[in-house]
């Protein structure tokens, strides 16, 4: 079961003396109640006729604390306390194996309205085709919109009908399955009015989704909890059972909404639209224990549903929703694309992603852990069309995570807006969005920047978003997706062989990884690899002379194409060849830049080490002019200057060099 979010706006409470203040409705059907504009959570005493300063019960249940809101200090009590609530995990689970409404294609949808015999309705069934499906304005309108027309509504209004009971009974206070009683009588009344197997569009013997529209106003809107709170849900798991209907396909999933707002106003497109959200796959965006405002109104799925008058003008929806629902398909970054020219989401679909997903958006599962991608997208959001409303303009940087279900953790969540101002208001309850979210006219989003770039592990990306321009339908930005090393692997001493051998490299604790890439620095006559696929070759570290020794370096970086770690063992098994002539030898040190931990090889390297001298005594003897086991620096600059004159070959002098190097830390080089 999906709900939408409260209305941000405020209601007047009443004490019983008369006095009135203002307050915040939060939560969603499981869980809600007010709050004060400063933050502490407030309960009815039915007793006293008071709103009181909450506190939290042994029971886990909100209590009075006899301090009266604007009479009493709420001293010694903390904000935001929440009731400990247990949702139907049961419930929540098994909606997630059911198949969601089609996201493309021509899609058509029953209407059923339906009022209390103690509430009638006020607008007509003319009034409901107009604001469903008009081409203009309607939910039709925003869906060909945000779908650049792959996804086009239509469908029939029915009704209105009559409840069998009063309109207290189906009330949020009576729990999720009155509701789901409302919408079953509603299907059944209408059955013999409507032919519900056009409306199976995908030809699985189910109804795609019903849409069942009450008399009234909506709780997440009114307040009022003997109100319905607008969601949907599935017949079966309220506990009323689906609804075969006359025409040979069931009825389960439902979406419930109000016929009017608290205004008395038509409902708006907003809590349709956001609802039809849940019914084609999507989560709330929204933090369900309101501790931050998730994404706010920079996506439907958060407060964005009521944007403009009372939602009459939804946001879009997120970069990736979009992706997600098979609306659009981003550009990878791969390097940098510089000065790049960006047009508005809203007219050309174009997204940019930064770092790979390796399953695409398919692999996350609404309610599981199940998703590996952690990314960046990027979008120009401009104020145009059903985005008219938006609290600002510019680049929006989202960061994806995929391992997680949804983003009620505000410090770890699905889909994550990166506020160019730094200020973090959408995660601290300060707004909902404003013009300062977006990034233009900045020097941009980077490993330094404040927020920056960096993974949630801490392991910089390598992704920048810098010399933004300011907003507009085109604007310009440097995209870039730096490799950026995690671990370099190497032995802690050199490496001398003179047959055949394997080292196997593991890297330990790879879950913070979601995709990464293996680049090896090695010559193919000297090394064979298996394991991870190696992507590339640095050709500043290949080995120098294929007749003799070299340096390998193994180097696991983030970025570009990278392997999904899941679908890879965590270790890369190195055999390094003997050659006809020469010794092999490799230079490798072990170092770890990030935490991550490369395991295993300092023993297996320790067998390996040859004791004696890689240099032969002949080479000694002709530079150390002193005979003292050591090469000054006069000395080495001899050596340069024969390897320059092709004396002397680049494995010799590196040899030399290392002796020098060994020298000065022995403190007894010569000053020449």
């Not at 306390?81 to 493309?104: D, G």
């Not at 607008?123 to 081409?135: R, S």
């Not at 013999?192 to 019903?210: C, L, R």
């Not at 510089?338 to 997903?357: A, F, H, M």
């Amino acid at each position: 079961v999906s709900v939408v979010p409260v209305m941000p706006e405020l209601h007047t409470l009443r004490q019983a003396d008369g006095t009135e203040f203002k307050a915040r409705l939060w939560g969603d059907e499981w869980n809600n109640g007010f709050e004060t504009l400063d933050g502490y959570t407030i309960i009815f005493n039915e007793s006293s006729g008071n709103w009181e300063y909450a506190i939290l019960g042994r029971d886990g249940e909100l209590r009075c604390s006899g301090k009266v809101v604007t009479k009493d200090l709420p001293d010694g009590i903390p904000k935001k306390i929440r009731p400990k609530v247990n949702r139907p995990k049961a419930l929540l689970a098994l909606s997630t194996q059911q198949k969601f409404t089609p996201s493309t294609g021509n899609v058509s949808i029953p209407v059923i309205l339906i009022h209390f015999p103690d509430q009638v309705n006020t607008y007509t069934v003319e009034d409901f085709e107009n604001l469903l499906f008009n081409d203009s304005k309607g939910v039709r309108a925003y869906y060909k919109e945000v779908s650049y027309g792959k996804l086009l509504l239509s469908g029939n209004v029915s009704g209105w009908y009559v409840a069998d009971n009063v309109h207290d009974y189906y009330g949020e206070k009576q729990g999720i399955e009155k509701a789901a009683e409302l919408v079953r009588e509603a299907v059944q009344k209408a059955d013999a009015a409507i032919d519900f197997s056009k409306y199976d569009n995908d030809e699985d013997g189910y109804v795609d989704v019903v849409v069942v529209v009450h008399s009234g106003t909506g709780t997440e809107d009114s307040g009022n909890l003997n109100d319905i709170w607008s969601h949907q849900g599935y017949l079966s798991f309220a506990g009323v059972g689906t609804y075969l209907t006359d025409d040979g396909v069931i009825v389960d999933r439902y979406t419930i909404q109000p016929e009017i707002l608290s205004d008395g106003e038509l409902v708006t497109i907003g809590i349709f639209c956001h609802e039809f959200g849940h019914a084609l796959g999507l989560p709330d965006l929204y933090d369900k224990d309101y501790s931050s405002n998730g994404v706010g109104d920079w996506d439907i799925m958060a407060s964005g549903c009521w944007l403009g008058k009372q939602g009459d003008t939804p946001s879009h929806f997120s970069a990736w929703c979009k992706w997600y629902l098979g609306w659009i398909t981003p550009i990878q970054v791969v390097g940098a694309l510089i000065n790049r020219t960006i047009k508005c989401v809203e007219e050309s679909g174009e997204v940019y992603q930064l770092l790979p997903n390796p399953n695409g958006p398919t692999d996350w599962v609404m309610g599981e852990h199940t998703g590996v991608g952690e990314y960046f997208l990027v979008e120009n959001r401009y104020k145009i069309g059903f985005d008219a409303a938006l609290p600002g303009e510019g680049l929006l940087i989202w960061h994806i995570d995929e391992s997680m279900p949804d983003n009620d953790n505000e410090d770890h969540k699905l889909v994550d807006l990166e506020e160019a101002d730094g200020l973090n208001d959408l995660d601290n309850c300060v707004n909902y969005g404003d013009a300062t979210d977006p990034w233009y006219n900045s020097s941009g989003f980077t490993e330094i920047s404040n927020p920056n770039s960096n993974l949630y592990n801490g392991t910089p990306s390598g992704v920048k978003v810098v010399n933004i321009s300011f907003p507009g339908k085109v604007m310009t930005a440097d995209l870039i997706v730096e490799f950026t090393t995690i671990i370099s692997v190497d032995s802690p001493e050199e490496v001398a062989v003179d047959e055949e051998f394997q080292v196997t490299i593991s890297v330990e604790d790879v879950q913070g990884l979601t995709a990464f890439t293996f680049k090896l620095a090695f010559d193919e006559d000297l090394v064979e690899y298996q394991g991870y696929e190696l992507t590339d070759v640095i050709a500043d570290w290949t080995v120098q002379e294929a007749t003799g020794a070299g340096y390998v370096s193994l180097v696991v970086y983030t970025g570009g194409e990278g392997i999904d770690a899941t679908q890879k063992t965590d270790v890369v098994t190195l055999t390094f060849k003997a050659l006809a002539e020469g010794t092999n030898t490799f230079d490798l040190q072990d170092s770890d830049n990030t935490g991550y931990t490369a395991n295993g090889q300092t023993s297996v390297f320790d067998e390996l080490v040859d004791d004696t001298t890689n240099i032969t005594e002949s080479i000694m003897g002709i530079y150390d002019k002193n005979d003292d086991g050591e090469i000054s620096g006069l000395e080495l600059l001899t050596a340069i200057d024969d390897w320059r004159e092709g004396e002397l070959t680049g494995l010799q002098l590196l040899e030399l060099i290392n002796v020098w190097r060994e020298s000065l830390t022995m403190g007894v080089v010569a000053v020449p």
